[in-house]
């Protein structure tokens, strides 16, 4: 009977007894210094196949790279755990999941090469950024304006006419950043186009009109003014042969630089105050960096066209009365043309209702900036408990 059982099976018992062999001399010859007391077997070391001679599921050998603290285990695994994941909270907002040394959080606006060494694409890097809005009415004008501003500039036109190709008979617009949306004030692009961590690199950036002459005006030479009296917002003095807005802009022959207005006249209520003193008009606006910072955060996404902001932006420099003025030593000229209020049109009856839209809508936009502002430093002083809750007092004056 056994005999007839054994019998029965050879091939069976044969094929258990060669796995079993081929087990052993693995597990010998391939882990001699791993203790199998401690050994744990995974997925990552066997898998299971079946056999094709017969109907069992055999182990099949899956090769171990690591053999660390007596414990097999992968570098997948290790990764997976709660440990390895990364989670720094300093990191710029939706980014504390990356490692901090790969984040780059500012940039500029250098225009760099398709091919080659990235090291090498600049060979030239500008310091300083000048930014005009711009039409093809006033090609000429801007023309000889961007020629007083040396390769130390990066230049950055926004056409708001929609022509940008017709720019590049000149030799420097190759070089420039060209944006255009139609019908869009200096404002409207500085807010969405010069974020301060994108001028970053820029030491001084300029944002300017485009109907301003040049003739008595070097930038480098400006820049240096700038750097000797410590202006961080300031401007050009104006020559004009239109009537001035504010006295503080006007150019003075004795001296290089002035931070008040000679006579204040009932222009503002206070001598030391805007618009006779801490003051720049926004036509032709300097900021440093760093001010910057702080003034490009006071533009309002919806308030375009920018009237308000030459009454507050004294609030990002301390102390204003010496941070911010304007320099005669180097001027400029105001020729007071309205391509963007006359948006092109030839017709002069359409040309006066849209004078009167736009001078309308400024008005309308400074009133909501000055109730924004009067309310938000309201809010702040009545947190601190420095005025009463039912106050009205406004502190920052805004005409």
Not at 169 to 181: K, L, Q
Not at 223 to 248: C, H, M, R, T
Request: proline share 5%.
């Amino acid at each position: 009977m056994l005999a007839k059982a054994l019998n029965s099976r050879p091939m069976s018992s044969t094929l258990t007894t060669i796995i079993a062999a081929m087990l052993a001399f693995l597990l010998g010859t391939n882990f001699p210094s791993c203790s199998l007391s401690k050994f744990r077997i995974t997925s990552q070391f066997f898998s299971f196949g079946r056999d094709t001679n017969s109907s069992m599921y055999l182990p099949i050998y899956n090769s171990c790279t690591s053999c660390e603290n007596n414990t097999f285990s992968s570098s997948a695994t290790n990764f997976s755990d709660d440990k390895y994941k990364i989670f720094v909270p300093s990191n710029p907002k939706g980014a504390e999941t990356l490692p901090p040394d790969i984040i780059v959080s500012e940039s500029d606006l250098y225009l760099r090469r398709l091919w080659g060494d990235p090291n090498e694409d600049l060979p030239i890097k500008s310091k300083y950024l000048v930014a005009f809005a711009v039409s093809l009415k006033q090609k000429d004008n801007v023309n000889a304006a961007v020629q007083k501003f040396s390769e130390n500039f990066t230049i950055i036109l926004f056409h708001y006419d929609g022509h940008t190709n017709e720019w590049d008979e000149f030799e420097w617009s190759t070089r420039a950043i060209h944006v255009s949306a139609r019908r869009q004030t200096k404002w409207w692009y500085a807010k969405r186009f010069l974020h301060p961590d994108i001028v970053a690199s820029y030491e001084y950036i300029f944002i300017w009109d485009e109907d301003l002459g040049v003739e008595h005006f070097d930038a480098e030479e400006y820049i240096k003014l700038v750097k000797k009296y410590g202006l961080e917002i300031s401007q050009p003095a104006i020559e004009s042969n239109k009537d001035f807005a504010y006295q503080i802009t006007k150019r003075r022959n004795d001296t290089e630089v002035h931070k008040k207005a000679e006579d204040s006249g009932n222009k503002c209520p206070d001598p030391n105050g805007p618009a006779c003193s801490e003051f720049i008009e926004i036509m032709a606006p300097v900021f440093s960096k760093d001010a910057w910072r702080c003034a490009w955060h006071i533009i309002q996404n919806d308030l375009i066209h920018g009237w308000g902001i030459d009454f507050t932006v004294r609030k990002c420099v301390e102390p204003a009365s010496e941070k911010m003025g304007v320099i005669d030593a180097q001027w400029i000229f105001h020729h007071a043309v309205t391509t963007l209020r006359d948006q092109g049109e030839e017709d002069i009856g359409k040309r006066t209702a849209l004078a009167k839209g736009i001078a309308d809508r400024c008005y309308v936009e400074l009133g909501t900036f000055k109730k924004r502002w009067n309310q938000a430093e309201s809010n702040y002083y009545k947190m601190k408990g420095l005025i009463p809750l039912n106050s009205t007092a406004s502190f920052t004056f805004i005409p």
